[in-house]
């Protein structure tokens, strides 16, 4: 025990000398729930919208002051033709363009029916579609207001109410994703680099050849991430629910000890790779260049699963974080115990057994 | 002044408060075989490395092959050699491939390379590897073939920084002899090392504690000096009086 | 000249001896291009709600059959009471609660007018606000519906309508897969060109072998050239493969613009990402190091380059990282050549700030890199 400890504490030297990887270990976590917290929105804010009004009649302009009032718009008032708007999408001035037809008003009093056409670079669909549906809100809303007085009869109303996250913040569905993503990528991350490094430099030897079980040290190697993975994570947690005002329903120590299971699971995968690489840039890039993008779709935090077509949704699958994910929500937000997530918690640990006993099998054909 | 192929006066090097070395003053001369040595942290890589203009003194004068040390660097790396302590070929390019690249480097001309080569590969008995990775070969031999590469291009001195380390007797001897061969060719060897029957075949050695020359003339006359019956009783008579630590 | 040669023919032997690395630069970029921008799609469907019917009468089934039938909802359950609905919420099986009361159709009818119940999940505030509207929209329908049944013909058509007529231009389907895939290329690229850039140089750093390098007469530019060449035209090779292979061949995407503007703009991003390559280097001791540092700032640069999210909609202050960001320019072009057409005009001030871009942080990395000490 005490040589394990030895070992252990090497370790860490090698992580606290290098304030480069304390950067990354430690810098990143924060800089992502900065960014998902405060500069990264699914909304679409401060869009340039050019509004072609050739009526210029007390209608239009009452409309126009209502898109100027929401704060979805920049408007500039332009007369433009087809071919102008054309080239202003081109150019990246606008990205949706009103076309008020002259007559606009006097058609709306007289034959009761007007026309206004919407124009959106779909270049961006969600921007466009996002923008159109804004547009056409107000439109109607303004349609209401001057059909005003008359009683609709027969009305089906809605009350709606939005569960959890009334004020429909990004966070509440970023900060879950965002755990999951840096507690896997960093663990997998530096353990398969870690184990590599001695490798390559040859000092794995040195330690194999030591009296101390190999597998001890293999495990010692680990250790160190574990316990800065759960400062990670507590700095997340501190920051999210002091700074962006998340809620935590849950019991924090289920929420700890599920935080551990995906720990685990994300060592032993860098184990797996270090285990079948020879060198730092082969484990490097396997880490990085082939999982940050797979981490970042797959948990499901950017974009839902469910909206996935089925084979992406089987893949999904085997990405842990798509399992801790929704155990963070649950815990987290839900405010839910261990009864509802034994099955996610679960397919995590057997994930963890599998992945430990194949790269353990690896290991062992490597020692003899 | 032609056959003189290292100068130094008074150079120096610090590292803020640390002074590495501490005004050496020297003179190689050409053809010479000039053993550097000193304990570990007596500053020898860092003297080394300023005379290979890999690190820019801090103070004094120093000439290689007749260039400055300051205004010059890019003549004097066209005319020595260098290899360090560190394996420093390509582990992952084959015998040839890097002859060929350092041939390259240095300018020689195609025909030259081609040449050098298969000479340079029939001397070291490489016939068979000449197509396997470096990587792949034996510690000695790769030493063997670093040095040969280094003097590829007929430089005017080689530095070798402790190039037998961890390399058999029997390679260390034949390492010597290339060493040989090179200094009758003219070439200045400029080597360190902690083997002191390596010493003993240097002409000259200096002996460096604690950053500065402590002794400096043939083996036979330091042993005389010092009234001892080898070279290790000569390092360790100099070495016991320093204060750094060896890192 | 001929240095460079020698520079250049050692460099592609390493990087095509290297057996572990060759499929992770060729393979691994064009494989997730071919997976990931079928992943990203902000299009909310299949939309999962509980029902709780208190009412069993002909509105009320009319309305559920209404909503199964738009195709943007599958009816995950009846439930014979809200708690039970909401336990379908807690375990994920439904997003979306919809409480019909008892006592809907006879008082529609009595008192002129009922409110249904609706709770949404809205952990993800985007895909609750959407879902919220589908489903509001389609009430709203049925309620006009059932108007027009229940009042015959009435003065309604004498109300004011304005005719939204919208047009969607660029993207008429509005496909996402068009939108994401020039950007995702770009990321991908990028992630290659830095990390493949930075950790080399690293590693003849770790392995020594620069020092090798620092004592021979090669001059600084040859050997920086010598490293950036390879990776530039490894990185002009991925585009290739990745627009006219998967781009075009697989998503369909023909670039309406000239094929030969990116290749322009290609040619200066690489330049400026391949300096950010070497730069980190400079900074960097270990390979480790180099990783950390590149992982850092990959990250970053993903997420502030509107390849997810719109750079407009985020505050002033993450605006400016936006546009420090090499890679949010390159996405809108991409993005706007491909799918717009747009010209070199339109692009003038893009290609003034890559080179920018280019020059300084190359200047900026070969001023850092030292032969000396």
Request: hydrophobic share 45%; aromatic share 12%.
């Amino acid at each position: 025990m005490k040589q394990f400890l030895i070992f252990v504490r090497k370790e860490f030297y090698h992580v606290f000398r290098d304030p480069k990887t304390l950067l990354m270990l430690f810098g990143m976590p924060v800089t992502l729930i900065l960014l998902f917290g405060f500069a990264l929105t699914n909304e679409i804010k401060n869009s340039k919208i050019a509004v072609c009004d050739y009526a210029n009649d007390e209608a239009t302009q009452r409309i126009v002051e209502k898109l100027r009032a929401n704060n979805s718009f920049e408007i500039q008032e332009v007369l433009m033709s087809h071919l102008q708007i054309e080239e202003a999408f081109k150019r990246g001035k606008i990205k949706l363009a009103i076309v008020f037809p002259t007559d606009f008003n006097s058609d709306l009093q007289h034959v009761n029916e007007a026309q206004v056409q919407v124009i959106a670079d779909a270049s961006d669909p969600n921007t466009a579609t996002t923008l159109t549906n804004y547009v056409r809100n107000i439109v109607m809303s303004y349609q209401n207001e001057i059909t005003d007085g008359k009683t609709i009869p027969y009305q089906i109303k809605t009350e709606t109410r939005m569960l959890y996250n009334p004020e429909l913040k990004g966070a509440t569905n970023f900060v879950p994703g965002v755990m999951a993503l840096v507690l896997l990528l960093v663990c997998v991350l530096m353990t398969s680099v870690s184990i590599v490094r001695e490798k390559e430099t040859g000092t794995m030897e040195v330690l194999l050849v030591s009296p101390f079980n190999p597998f001890l040290v293999i495990i010692s190697k680990a250790v160190p991430y574990f316990f800065l993975s759960l400062v990670n994570l507590t700095v997340i947690l501190v920051l999210s629910v002091f700074l962006l005002d998340m809620p935590f329903n849950g019991n924090i120590f289920l929420l700890y000890g599920e935080s551990s299971i995906l720990i685990i699971t994300a060592l032993s995968l860098g184990l797996l790779i270090s285990n079948s690489t020879q060198s730092q840039q082969a484990a490097m890039l396997i880490s990085l260049l082939g999982m940050l993008f797979p981490t970042l779709m797959f948990t499901g935090f950017l974009f839902p699963l469910e909206n996935m077509p089925l084979p992406l949704q089987v893949i999904a699958n085997i990405v842990p974080s798509k399992w801790y994910y929704i155990i963070v929500k649950s815990i987290m937000i839900k405010g839910l115990g261990f009864s509802a997530i034994w099955k996610e918690t679960l397919i995590l640990v057997s994930m963890t057994v599998v992945l430990l006993f194949v790269s353990f099998k690896k290991f062992k054909i490597r020692l003899a | 002044m032609a056959d003189i192929a290292i100068s130094t006066n008074k150079l120096t090097k610090r590292f803020g408060d640390f002074v590495a070395t501490n005004e050496i003053t020297f003179d190689v001369q050409q053809g010479e075989i000039f053993g550097f040595l000193g304990a570990n942290g007596a500053g020898k890589t860092t003297a080394m490395r300023m005379l290979c203009g890999l690190s820019v003194p801090s103070s004094g004068e120093a000439t290689i092959a007749g260039y400055d040390i300051y205004k010059q660097t890019e003549e004097i790396k066209k005319h020595i050699g260098y290899m360090s302590q560190k394996f420093s070929l390509y582990e992952d390019l084959n015998v040839i491939e890097n002859i060929r690249f350092f041939g390259g480097i240095y300018g020689l001309s195609g025909k030259e390379i081609k040449e050098k080569s298969n000479t340079l590969i029939n001397q070291l008995g490489l016939q068979h590897e000449a197509k396997k990775l470096v990587g792949s070969l034996p510690l000695g031999w790769k030493q063997k073939l670093a040095f040969s590469v280094a003097i590829l291009h007929e430089p005017k001195i080689v530095f070798l920084d402790e190039p037998t380390g961890g390399v058999d007797p029997v390679t260390r001897r034949q390492f010597w002899d290339l060493i040989y061969a090179a200094a009758d060719r003219g070439i200045t060897i400029f080597v360190t090392t902690h083997y002191m029957d390596e010493a003993e075949y240097c002409n000259r050695i200096s002996m460096m504690v604690d950053g500065v020359i402590k002794a400096l003339d043939t083996p036979r006359n330091l042993k005389k000096q010092f009234s001892a019956a080898s070279m290790d009783e000569v390092f360790f008579e100099l070495a016991r009086g320093a204060q750094r630590k060896a890192d | 000249m001929r240095t460079l040669k020698f520079l250049l023919r050692k460099e592609f032997r390493q990087i095509f001896r290297n057996r572990a690395l060759l499929p992770m630069i060729f393979i691994m970029p064009i494989l997730q291009l071919l997976v990931i921008p079928l992943a990203a799609d902000y299009e909310v469907k299949n939309i999962n709600i509980s029902v709780v019917d208190h009412d069993h009468s002909t509105y009320s089934r009319e309305l559920i059959s209404k909503i199964h039938s738009s195709g943007y909802f599958r009816l995950a359950d009846y439930s014979n009471s809200f708690n039970d609905a909401f336990k379908q919420i807690e375990n994920n099986k439904s997003d979306l609660v919809l409480e019909i009361p008892h006592g809907f159709e006879r008082n529609l009818i009595r008192e002129n007018s009922q409110q249904l119940f609706i709770a949404v999940n809205a952990i993800n505030g985007i895909k609750a606000s959407l879902g919220g509207a589908y489903l509001n929209n389609i009430i709203a329908g049925y309620n006009a519906d059932l108007r027009v049944q229940l009042t015959e013909v009435q003065k309604f058509s004498r109300r004011p309508t304005i005719h939204i007529t919208s047009s969607n231009w660029f993207n008429t389907l509005l496909n996402y897969t068009y939108f994401m895939v020039p950007g995702i290329m770009v990321s991908l690229i990028t992630m290659v060109g830095v990390y493949m850039c930075a950790l080399n140089i690293v590693k003849e750093k770790e392995t020594g072998t620069i020092e090798q390098i620092n004592v021979t007469p090669i001059k600084k530019y040859h050997f920086i050239l010598g490293k950036l060449i390879p990776f530039w035209l490894i990185g002009v090779f991925i585009f290739s493969v990745s627009l006219f292979g998967v781009a075009r061949g697989v998503y369909g995407i023909v670039p309406v613009g000239n094929v030969g503007l990116l290749y322009a703009f290609l040619a200066v991003f690489l330049v400026a990402v391949l300096g950010i390559g070497l730069l980190i280097s400079t900074y960097s001791e270990t390979q480790q190091q180099a990783m950390s540092l590149a992982f850092f700032f990959m990250m970053v640069f993903i997420l502030m380059s509107g390849l997810f999210t719109s750079v407009d909609s985020m505050p002033e202050w993450a605006i400016v990282i936006a546009k420090c960001n090499p890679m949010t320019y390159f996405i809108e072009v991409n993005r706007m050549v491909i799918l717009k057409g747009s010209s070199f005009a339109d692009l003038k001030n893009h290609f003034l700030i890559m080179g920018g871009f280019a020059v300084v942080f190359n200047t900026w990395a070969i001023l850092n890199y030292k032969k000396t000490s």
